[in-house]
């Protein structure tokens, strides 16, 4: 297993040569470590956190800040996967200048590699300003 970070170049190669590609979620450094040890080519820092290691009851009360900060602790753990930081619900649904901003923070202060959004059409130009800008995006229709 290559030792360098799995990057979207990667990815793309994978898909296209018909490689199975491998995705877990994880919120921090121990889990990151594990599943990067056994061979995760992707890692996701979901906006599940917020239930699974938050206690609420939704997805909702996710900030930004909260993604940071696992996403920080997840490139810690990871060495190999490709991370990729959830953007979190209305972090780029209402603005488009607040969606790069808080895009950005995700690789910037974050570390992740990618970010991931939900939606179709209707964020297509959030979509295609953020690959303009050099922020690599994992659809989730």
Do not use: C, W
């Not at 990057?7 to 990067?36: H, N, Q, S």
């Not at 209305?90 to 690789?107: I, K, P, T, V």
């Amino acid at each position: 297993m290559s030792k360098k970070r799995v990057t979207v170049t990667d990815l793309r190669r994978m898909k296209a040569d018909g490689e199975r590609i491998t995705m877990v979620t994880a919120y921090d450094a121990t889990f990151a470590k594990l599943a990067d040890r056994g061979g995760a080519d992707v890692i996701l820092v979901g906006d599940s956190l917020g239930m699974v290691i938050q206690g609420q009851e939704d997805t909702l009360g996710v900030t930004v800040d909260d993604i940071v900060y696992h996403t920080r602790a997840v490139v810690r753990g990871a060495r190999r996967a490709h991370v990729v930081a959830d953007m979190p619900f209305m972090s780029y649904q209402a603005d488009l200048q607040a969606a790069m901003q808080n895009a950005g923070r995700l690789l910037k202060e974050g570390g992740a590699q990618s970010v991931k959004l939900e939606g179709g059409e209707e964020h297509a130009e959030l979509v295609f300003k953020l690959v303009r800008s050099g922020i690599p995006v994992m659809g989730h229709l």
